[in-house]
Structure formats: structure tokens, C-alpha cells
């Protein structure tokens, strides 16, 4: 087995060695030191974890870059990428089958841990699949996780009691809820997440991503449920699993048509397996190692895609069907990524503890989503794409105007992961594969630090959530104030943008990493509305909405540290967060600001753009993918517009909510209608409310009804027409056979009876009866029965 | 005589033998007779462990094989095998009675009669799954139906006798089908020289798939008998009715039974009897298979939706469940006359076989998990829970975990068939395969809904909230055991799929074999 | 004139019905007695005359010897009952001995 693959597989199992001895804390921690609830061993137990789970995975990120030949600066060298497409278009799909795809220059290593299921052909297995995007992926979930653990640390300290007032919940007699506290039980879920997150960057084929894909998901149910007190809190947890599994019905459909037409859910080919067939993968057999769908069209004049089976025959699948599949993972991506249409689930999950939105609901698992298009990338057909631009269009936008007005500082943070995973939804489905998940990093960091500040401000605030009632912090906190700004920064894409000064070649940007990625991302769409002018929207939103993304984050930091208290109490009473959870702060701020260094000639858009698989258009759709040099030809434009519009965005806050000229409040009355409209969250929910979950439940009692009544009711008319015929039965028995059974022997009887005054016991008269009978006899047999047989 | 063939007849009949013991016991000394019959449960479970070192896993064929003359007159013989089917469900079976009988140490009236009806239900189950005779079988069939006729009838909730009769009639009418079709391929058959008449289910199974057993006129109809007796046992929908009956009057040991191991004996019966011996009738009439199973999935899962009774919405999913099973085993039409596809149909047999394993698991222990709260608080009502998370901590989480393996959830129990079912849909019919993936969705909603409303909120809202003590000890121990069984079926589905896939794959060659060659 | 078959019949004939006028008339046990003679004795004498005036042998002669011998034991048993008779009701009236009547 590979160094990499043992490496990441145990940084994958440390978190459920971890959840499983955390999840019987309540009964170790009686005997750990400190005692029952004082314990902090199983916080500790799971950062552990989840540290070595970082260095693992950084040493095997570090050995990555030598197995793969990976460099880290310097823009990639695109002329090689058009000659090989130009080079594909003369291409016959039968050469491409057979052609094998060596190991040698492969960028990826892949294998098999145990199998699932081996039915005939069909193979399911728990596969590993490692290449440059899972490296980076491991090192920074397992990085984020680690300071997320650490801040939790301090974060949940207030469950380490006895008994642990929810202020949130009353009970009957109107007091508040006394609960133990539940603190190692926090620690086991999030172990748990860590376990499944892992597993789903790991995984080396769908139906795997698949299982991880629903243990995140659970996980995520856990923790937001996390008060389980709360009803909001469990509504939240059952609406965020709920709403998953409409898309992960997609998802099914998905993997439906993939094992029917493929055989095989494996991403690639295995490179790292002793005895493994090289049999080739979804990847390998949608498209040709040149990035060549290979579409055909049949007698019938239906549109096929030709492609080379594992047992080496080709055959082909319609294409509607691979878009079909293609657009059901995609389902279950936007379920999982809060996506336009099911994107309402996500801002009620703030209802779990906010480490947990930080690591589950921001950085890790809702960009799942996102990276399982991006791992998808090679099997998304053309009109696939478009679908997930416009949903990532869609999503950003609507997202972006609920944060405006939202009040509930995690909520806006929330809305603005919606809107964040929209644009990398964009970007990938643009065919800016690295830019959206360049975007998916940077993003995870900069997102996990907000979070992790608006915690350590809600922690300083006595769990106090509104901004209306905050403002000014900046004096009481100024650790989380400032690296909040760092991450304000970071999302708002804002910079000192240097190469205008010194030139376009040469010189950096003074910039933190969010201004990078989205940069990236808005240069794709540009450069796509140029290469496709019908679909300029998509270049429009995301524009526009990155003013509007900058105007809400100022908004939420004004409105948090900057100014007056509005609330002078909660001003007086609120602390700094102890270190165990600024620290974290400092480490994600540090991250936020870097790790995009260089931008797109620095190493992390290098590494991930070593992972990329080329793709060509695919002919007859209509719809022309940027490629790198084109996209390179408008990067200065878009990165422009971008910069203005998202300078203009912020001004307009500053002015707003520092200035007050406009007053928010004016405006708020002039358009109380769009207001109301967006608080309302553009009503999604109560949409759903009414054409969905009304609904079922009707339909459920209707089916509980006609089985009690229909069903039922016909057994019981069937019992009741049994009982009647019994009844009618016994009658007939009774009135008819027994009665004429009794009639024959009464009868009987009366003509015994009525014979009985012949026998008078005297001998004379019976002599008497014996000759007269004898003459009878004589005159029937020789008198009558001659003339009987005569006639 | 060695133990290879005096193994199986030891199984079926050490409960019997437990429950002659427990005739000649005193009645009044309640835990020697508990214990004794727990030791009988338990020995059972270790004797059919013990089948495990001598099944040869490669050899598709009918093992631990014993025949012996019992009606020579019309060819009956005491005829038991086990093959990759059955084994998994005998060892399931023994499993479940041993733990039901744990849990049946809440059961405190006529302890006596109720064990030894117990044990000699387990000799019935544990016959049908054993019995390759066919009037072996339909013999052990209605031996299991007395016993749990009075083991609901007497031990029942306050509607017992409706629910009873209502098992026993349904169960009953099911079997009569059954003996017609039974009779019908009796009289059809022909082996041998003299062409003898035959139940050996092996030999008729390969006289179906050989050279034909029943004529096109005749098979029809011997198929939808056979599949109306068991699709009632299943139970499928309409035939449905009882089960919830049946389950919300049942004690809890006798729910856990009955949803573990009587349920599997419907889809065992259409795998061991139905589909062999008329392959060509299954092959024809498979949507209707699949139809009933889609329905049974949406139509149960809505239905387990709109219950307010605890162990009623258990019931219903297992309705849900269990149409996983009919239609994981009706997707025989992705045959395709030419013999490609029945990798699909395998992987959709297996995931039906591992769906009743699953099954058996998560359902006992649902409806154990009702029963603990029931002898509680002594009321089912889910709109009168609620906060038992924070009052049994233990219990909720056992639970949860439970109640997660009967959603699906990938790892536990309950995902790898439903998935595998579903997957294979999709070559033989689209649209159905559709609505059968959306019975995730359903079954979610009404899974954590439950969840919800039972375990989760601020409060208890219901009576007696005073009893809501944490679990006993013997309560953890079934629960434990179940869950962790769940969690090893659901991460190593591959320990039960290595005994099955051989011997299901040697059916559905045999019958695709059949159906390639056509009437 | 020719004694013929006939005539013996018709003696025959006499005799039975004399015997049979007998028992039906006669209240006295002893008298019915006398016609049941009368009677077995009239069919005696059929045979006889059957056997003599047809191709059967002896048959005839020997089934009346077998009567006369039955008639005898016959008609020791029926005096014996006649005697109890007596014994029983002082009379042999036989029209007294109707206890059997249904």
C-alpha cells in the first residue's frame, strides 16, 4: 500500500477510535480525574486526534508533492493543453478505449481497502482515491478541525457541570432547564464528523462518498440537535437531514444509472492494488485521456456516448442518461451545499453550538457539496454544468440579499456560506474547476475564522446572538474583533492591488486569500459571458453580488465592534475569550490572510491545479468552456470590477452603519415591503411548508385512513358476512335438516304407534293374520302380478 | 451417526425438548423455568453457531443434508439442508429467540405455558427454515401459526383476541393457498424411472429448471398461490393488515419475533419455494413484484407517518422494510432473454436477503425499545413522550442508534440493503426504481420525526413520568447486543454476502438459465 | 274312478284348513295343539303324495318322517308350555296368555 494511503487512512480512523471511547464518556469520565462532569480529558482525547490526523496528513501532503512532481510556483504551462485537445479531436473512441492509462505519470494513487459486496461483475468496496485535491482537502480539514477542536475546548467549558442551566428552554412550572452538562459528548460527535468528513475526501468511488455522505449528514443532524432541549433545535437538526435526503434522492438516481450503464463505481482505475484488475474507472471511461466524450448517434437517431466497458467491450450509454446521472449527484450536492432549492436547511442548523457551524456548516461539510462536483468534474456533461452555474448563480444571489437584512450575526454568517458555495458551485460549473475549488479552501478558512470569532463574541456576549444589541466590541475583544476583520477582508475579496502600479507581470497583490479565489472565479465567468454571450447573467451575479457580499460583512463588523453600544449592559458584561479560544482565532486569521499566497502562481492553486482533469467541449452543446488562456486575457478586467464593486459595497456600509448617512432605518421603512420579503427569507420555507410537508402528512393520513378504513374495512365486512352466513347456516341447520331429520322419525314413530292396537298378543287373531296373509301373498303372486306384467 | 447430519434435526428440536422439560418443571418456581428456557434458547443459538465451522462457503449446494423415510407410501421424507439462504436466516432466528426470551423476562402471567409455547415456536421457525421436504415444510409452517396464535391470544394487550384471530385467519388463508399450489406441483411432478410423485423442493427446483415442472397453463397459477400465502407472511401491501394488529397487541418478546424472524419467512418461502419451481411465471409476472414491493416501501412509509402509536409506526415500517425485500427479489425481469443483467438481479436478491437480516435486527430492536418504554410508562402515545433523552440518556442513545440502523443510515444494519435493492432497480423498471428511492426521504421524515418527538424536547408530557427509571441490566444487554450486531452488518456486509452469494447465485443461473431458454 | 294327485291335495288342502279353522277358533290350548297337528299333517301328506306321483324319490317320505319327528318334540314342548300355562292361570285359555300385546 501507498505511504500516502496508509498515512490518510490513518488520520481517517484516529477520529472513530476517538468517537468511540468518547462516546461512552459518560461512564469513563466518573473515574477520570476531576470527576464526573469536571473532566476535560475527552476534549482533549479528540483534539489528539484529530492533531495527529493534521500531521498525518500534512507528512503525507508533504510526501505528495515529490511522488507527484508537484511545483508549487510558477503559472502552468497551458500551450501543452490545447495541443493534446487539438490532438483529440482526431480521436476514434476505439483507440481511446484501448488505450491504457499507465501509471507511471498517473497523479493519483488509488486502491482498495475491503469490499462491501462482490455480486458477479459488480464490485463494491471501501476505496481510497488520493491525488493533490484529497491531499490539500485532508491537510485543511484536518487543520481547520484541529483549531476548531481547540476552540470548542473553551467554547463548550460551560458544559462541564452538573447541572447546566439552558437558558433558552423552560419548562412547565416556567423555570429554566437544569440538564448535566454534555460535554464529552460533544467532543464524540464532533470526533465522529472528523471520521466521516475524512472518509468522504478519502473515498475512491461514489457509492463510498455516498456512505460518508450520510454520516456527515447524521453527524451534522447530531450536532445541530445538539440541545436537544431546544425545539428549534431538533426541528433544525430533523430539517437539515430531511432536506438532505431530498437531494440525496437525486444522488441515488445518480448512482443508480452510473452502476446500470458503468458496472463500476470507482472514480480510476486502481494503481495501488496487488491483484486488482485494471479495469478503468468512471472517469476513464466517460471521457478519453484526452478530456474527449466521445458522443455518437445511433439508427434511431438517438445521442449516445460511446465508451470502453471494464471487460473490455465498448458499448455506450444514451446521452440524456449520463446527463441524468450527472444532474443526480449534482442533486445530492446541492442538498449537501445548501444550493438553490434546498438551501433553506442551513441557516436554521445555527442552531447547533457555533463550533459546530464553524466546522460542519461552513468549512468542512457543506463544501463537501462542492468538492464532490469538483471530484465529479469529468463525468458532468455540458448541460450538467450549466445547470450548476445557473444553481450557483441563483444561490449566491438570493443568499447575499437575505444576509443584508438578517440581524442574527451567525444567521448573516450563514447566508453568506450560501452565497459563498454558490459562487464555487459557479465557478465549477463554469468549467473553472481549480478556481472553484481554490475558492472552497480559502473560503473554509476565512468562513471557520468568522465563525469561530462571532463564537468567541457570542461566549464574551452571555450567548447574546442579535446584533442590534452590540456594537463597539472592538474595545472589550480586540483580538476577535481584528481577526474578524482579517476575515471580513478575506470574503469582501478586498486589496491593495499592486500589479496595477507595477505592471501586469510581476509584483503581488496585497491581498488575503478570499481576494485570490473570488478573483479567479469572477475572471471564469467573465471570460465564459465572452466566450457564451447568452448566458451573461452569470457573470453579472457574481459581480454584483460581490458588492453586496462586501456591503453585509462590513454591515455585520460595523454593526459588532465598530461604534456606540447599543446595549449597555451586555456592553459591560462582556469579556475577551480566554486564549484557549483566541489562539485558534490567530492560527485561522494567520491562514486567512496566506494561504493563497501568490495567488493563481502560488502553491495552493498550483496543487490544486495539478488534480485537474482536462476536459474538452463536447460537441453539439453549445456552450464553449474558458480555458486557461482565455480566462488568463480577462483576469485583469474581471479583477477590476470585482475590486470596485466590492470597494463600492463596503464604502456603502461604512457609510450606513458608521455614518448613518443614509440612516439603515429610513431605507428600511421606505422598502418595508422587500424588507419583509427578505426577512422572510424570500419564503421559501413557508413555501415548502405548503407544497411539501403539508402535503405528506395529508397523504399519510390518508394512507393510515385507508388502511383502517378501506382495507380494514373490507376485512371486517368480509369477518361480518362470515358470521351472518354461519348465522344463516345454523338457521338451516337448525329449521331444515335437523327438522326434517326430526319429521322422518316422528313419523316413524306415529305409524309404530298406530300398529301397535294390531298386535293384541292373541294367538288365534294372529293365525288369523298369518293365513290371510298367506292368501294375500297368494292372490298378489299368481293373480295380480301376471296381469302387473302383462300389462 | 455423525454430527454433520445430526446437527440440524439437534436444532429444531432442542427447543422442543427444552419445552418438554418445562412441562415436567413445577410451575411455581418462575426463574428456574425462565432460566431453563433462557439455557434452551441460548444452547439453540450455539448449535446453530456451530453449523458455521463445517459449511463450506464455495459450495453453492444444500449442506448438512439429512433424509429420512417418513410417509415412504407418497414420497414424504424428513428432509432438512441448508444452503447460503437458509443458514443466515436459521442463525437469525436463533438469534432473535435468544434475545427475545432475555426480554421476555418481563412477561409474569402463566409463565409456564408462555415458555414452553415460546420454544416450541422457535422448533417451528427454525423447521421452515430447514425443511427442504416440502410438506416438511408446510408442516413446520403451521406448527409455528398455534403457538403464536395463543402466544398473542393470552399474552396479547386489550384487543388480543381481535388481533390473534386476525394473525391466525390471515396466516391460515395464506396457507391453504399454499397447500393447493403444493398439491398442484405434487401432482405435477414426475421422478425417476417410474416417474414417481416427488416434494423434494431440491429436485423439483431442478426439474423446474431443467426440463420444466409445471406447464405455461399451470404455473401461473402455482406461482401467485404461492406468492399470496407469502407475500401475507411478508407482509405486503393490502395484505398487510394484521401486522399492525398483530404487533401492537403482541408482548414485546413476541413483537421482536415476529418482526424478526416470521416476517423473513414470507421472502424466504417465495426464494425457497415460489421462484424455483416456476421460474417462468416469476419471470412474467416480476413488475407485479416490483410494484408491490414500491408500493409496500411509499405506502407503508406514509402510513407509519400519520401513527400516533409507538409500536403501530414500528409496525408500519416494517410494512416499509419489508418492501425492500419483495422488491429486491421481483427484479428477476432485468434478465434479458440473452442472460445479461442477472448481476443487477443478484445484487438484488442479495440486498433483499441482507434487508431481512438487517431487518430482523433493527426491528427487533425497535419494537424492544418500545417495550422497554411501555413497561414503563404503560401508554404508547408519541404525542406524549418526549425529553427522554435527558431521563435515559443510555436508552435514547441505544435507541437512536437502533432507530438509525432502520433508516438507512450507511454503516448500521439497514443501508446496505435498501441501497443495493434500490441500485438494482433501476435496469428493470425507471420509474418504479424512482419512487423507490424517494422512500429514503419518507422514511427519514418519519424516522427523526419519532425521534423527535419521543426522545428529544425539554419535558416528559406524558403519565407516569415518576417510572421513566434508566435501563436495566438486562435491557442494556439485548440493546447493546442488537446495536453492535448492526453496526457489523452494516460495515462488514461482506460476512453474511460471502454465504449467500454462491447459493443465490447458483438460483438465479438456474432459473436465468430457464428463462433463456423460454417455455 | 282313478285316485290321482289331485285327490290327495285336495285331502291335503282339507286337512290344513281344518287345522288352520282349528287353531284361529279354538280357545282351548290343547285344541290349538290338535290343529297345528292337523295342519303339519295335511302338508305331510302333500309331500307323500308329491313324492309318489313325481320322479323325486324318497324325498318327500323322508322330509314328513323329519315332520312327524319335529311335530312330536313339538308337541312335548307345547304341552310342557301348556302345563305351565295351566299352572300359571289355572286355565289353558289361551285368549288369557295376551300379555304380549304391544
Known sequence: ?791 | MDYQTLLPSLIIFAPTLGAIALVLMPKDNEDSLRYTALAVTAVTFLLTIALLPGYDISNANMQYVVKADWIPNWNIYYQLGLDGISLPLVILTSFISLWAMVASWSITKQIKGYLILFLLLETGMLGVFMATDFFLFYVFWEVMLLPMYFLIGIWGGPRKEYAAIKFFLFTLFGSVLMLVALLMIYFSSSYGADGEHIFDLVLLADAAQGNGLLGPDLQPWAFWLLFIGFAIKIPSVPLHTWLPDAHVEAPTPISMILAGVLLKMGGYGILRIAFPLCPEAVYSGSIVLVAIGVISIIYGAFAAMAQTDFKRLVAYSSVSHMGYVVLGIGVVGVVSVDGTGSDYWQMGINGAMFQMLGHGVSSAGMFFMVGVVYDRVHHRNINEFGGLAGKMPLYTGLAAGIFFAGLGLPGLCGFIGEVFVVLSAWQFNKALAIIAASGVILTAGYILWTLQRVFLGAEYKGPHEEALIPMLGREKIVASVLLVFAIILGVFPNLVFQYMVPSIEKLTDGMAGRIAGGF | MEVTLNHYLLIGAVMFVSGVVCMATKRNGIAVLMGVELVLNGANVNFVAFARYTNLGLDGQIVSLFVIVLAAAEAAVALAIALNFYNNHQTIDIDQGDRLHG
Open chain 1, 1 to 791: 500500500m501507498d505511504i500516502k494511503a496508509c498515512l490518510l487512512t490513518t488520520a481517517w480512523l484516529l477520529p472513530l477510535v476517538g468517537f468511540a471511547v468518547e462516546v461512552f464518556g459518560g461512564y469513563w469520565s466518573h473515574h477520570a480525574p476531576g470527576g464526573r462532569f469536571k473532566s476535560r480529558l475527552a476534549a482533549y482525547l479528540s483534539v489528539g486526534c484529530i492533531g495527529g490526523g493534521f500531521l498525518l496528513s500534512l507528512t503525507a501532503l508533504l510526501i505528495g508533492l515529490s511522488d507527484f512532481e508537484l511545483s508549487l510556483w510558477g503559472t502552468p504551462e497551458h500551450g501543452t493543453e490545447h495541443a493534446a485537445a487539438q490532438f483529440a479531436v482526431a480521436d476514434t473512441p476505439h483507440a481511446a478505449g484501448s488505450e491504457s492509462h499507465g501509471d507511471t505519470d498517473a497523479k493519483y494513487v488509488s486502491g482498495s481497502l475491503y469490499e462491501l459486496a462482490r455480486f458477479g461483475n459488480l464490485r463494491i468496496a471501501i476505496d481510497y482515491y488520493i491525488d493533490s485535491l484529497t491531499l490539500v482537502m485532508f491537510t485543511m480539514v484536518t487543520l481547520i478541525a484541529t483549531c476548531i477542536h481547540v476552540f470548542a475546548i473553551g467554547y463548550m467549558d460551560d458544559e462541564r457541570t452538573e447541572d447546566h442551566v439552558d437558558h433558552e428552554v423552560h419548562t412547565a412550572d416556567g423555570s429554566h432547564l437544569h440538564r448535566p452538562g454534555r460535554y464529552y459528548r460533544f467532543f464524540a460527535y464532533l470526533s465522529l464528523f472528523c471520521f466521516s468528513m475524512l472518509g468522504l475526501v478519502l473515498a475512491g468511488n461514489i457509492f463510498m462518498v455516498f456512505i460518508f455522505w450520510e454520516l456527515v449528514g447524521i453527524c451534522s443532524y447530531l450536532l445541530i440537535g445538539f440541545y436537544v432541549e431546544r425545539h428549534s433545535a431538533s426541528t433544525a437538526a430533523n430539517k437539515a437531514f430531511i432536506v438532505n435526503r431530498v437531494g440525496d434522492f437525486g444522488f441515488i438516481i445518480g448512482l443508480m444509472i452510473l452502476i446500470t450503464s458503468f458496472g463500476t463505481f470507482n472514480f480510476s482505475s486502481y494503481n495501488d492494488h496487488a491483484n486488482s484488475p485494471e479495469s478503468p474507472g468512471l472517469f476513464q471511461m466517460a471521457r478519453d485521456s484526452h478530456g474527449q466524450v466521445h458522443v455518437a448517434e445511433t439508427n434511431d437517431s438517438q445521442r449516445v456516448i460511446n465508451f470502453a466497458q471494464p471487460n473490455g467491450s465498448h458499448t455506450s450509454i444514451p446521452y440524456w442518461l449520463l446527463v441524468t446521472a450527472g444532474l443526480g449527484i449534482f442533486a445530492g450536492c446541492v442538498g449537501k451545499s445548501a444550493q438553490f432549492p434546498l438551501q433553506t436547511w442551513l441557516p436554521d442548523a445555527m442552531e447547533g453550538p457555533t463550533p459546530v457551524s464553524a466546522l460542519v456548516h461552513s468549512a468542512t461539510m457543506v463544501a463537501a457539496g462542492v468538492y464532490l462536483a469538483g471530484r465529479f468534474f469529468p463525468v458532468f456533461l455540458p448541460e450538467v454544468l450549466l445547470t450548476i452555474a445557473y444553481t450557483g448563480a441563483i444561490t449566491l444571489f438570493v443568499a447575499a440579499t437575505i444576509a443584508v437584512v438578517a440581524t442574527d450575526i451567525k444567521r448573516v454568517l450563514a447566508y453568506s456560506t450560501i452565497s459563498q458555495l454558490g459562487y464555487m458551485m459557479l465557478a465549477i460549473g463554469l468549467g473553472g474547476w481549480i478556481a472553484g475549488l481554490f475558492h472552497l479552501i480559502t473560503h473554509a478558512f476565512f468562513k471557520s475564522l468568522m465563525f469561530l470569532a462571532s463564537g468567541s463574541v457570542i461566549v464574551g456576549c452571555h450567548h447574546e446572538q442579535e446584533m442590534p444589541r452590540m456594537g463597539g466590541l472592538r474595545k472589550k475583544m480586540p483580538v476577535t474583533a481584528y481577526t474578524m476583520l482579517v476575515g471580513v477582508i478575506a470574503i469582501c475579496g478586498l486589496a491593495i492591488p499592486l500589479h496595477w502600479v507595477t505592471g501586469f507581470s510581476g509584483g503581488w497583490d496585497i491581498a488575503f486569500s478570499g481576494y485570490h479565489s473570488k478573483d479567479a472565479i469572477v475572471a471564469t465567468a467573465l471570460t465564459y459571458a465572452n466566450l457564451n454571450p447568452i448566458h451573461s447573467l452569470l457573470f453579472l451575479a457574481p459581480l454584483i453580488t460581490a458588492g453586496i457580499t462586501a456591503f453585509y460583512m462590513f454591515r455585520l463588523w460595523f454593526y459588532t465592534f465598530a461604534g456606540k453600544p447599543r446595549d449597555q449592559e451586555l456592553y459591560d458584561h462582556c469579556h475577551e475569550s480566554p486564549r484557549v479560544m483566541t489562539i485558534p482565532l490567530v492560527i485561522l486569521a494567520f491562514f486567512a490572510m496566506f494561504c493563497a499566497i501568490g495567488g493563481e502562481g502560488g502553491p495552493l492553486f498550483n496543487l490544486l491545479g495539478a488534480s485537474e482533469t482536462h476536459v474538452t467541449d463536447v460537441a453539439g452543446s453549445g456552450i464553449d468552456l474558458p480555458t486557461h488562456s482565455d480566462i488568463a486575457q480577462f483576469h485583469g478586467q474581471a479583477g477590476m470590477l470585482a475590486l470596485l464593486v466590492a470597494g463600492l459595497g463596503a464604502l456603502l456600509a461604512y457609510l450606513m452603519y458608521c455614518r448613518r448617512q443614509p440612516d439603515p432605518a429610513l431605507i428600511k421603512r421606505q422598502f418595508a415591503a422587500t424588507h419583509e420579503f427578505l426577512v422572510e427569507k424570500w419564503r421559501f420555507d413557508e413555501l415548502y411548508d405548503v407544497m411539501f410537508v403539508r402535503p405528506v402528512h395529508v397523504v399519510a393520513s390518508w394512507f393510515s385512513g385507508f388502511d383502517r378504513r378501506v382495507l380494514d374495512g373490507i376485512l371486517h365486512w368480509i369477518a361480518r358476512t362470515g358470521v351472518t352466513v354461519s348465522a344463516w347456516d345454523r338457521k338451516f341447520d337448525e329449521g331444515v335438516i335437523d327438522r326434517s331429520i326430526d319429521w322422518v322419525a316422528e313419523k316413524t314413530q306415529d305409524v309404530g304407534r298406530s300398529l301397535q292396537a294390531v298386535q293384541t298378543g292373541r294367538l288365534r287373531q294372529y293365525v288369523m293374520f298369518i293365513a290371510l296373509g298367506v292368501v294375500t301373498l297368494f292372490v298378489l303372486i299368481f293373480a295380480l302380478f301376471p296381469l302387473f306384467l302383462k300389462a
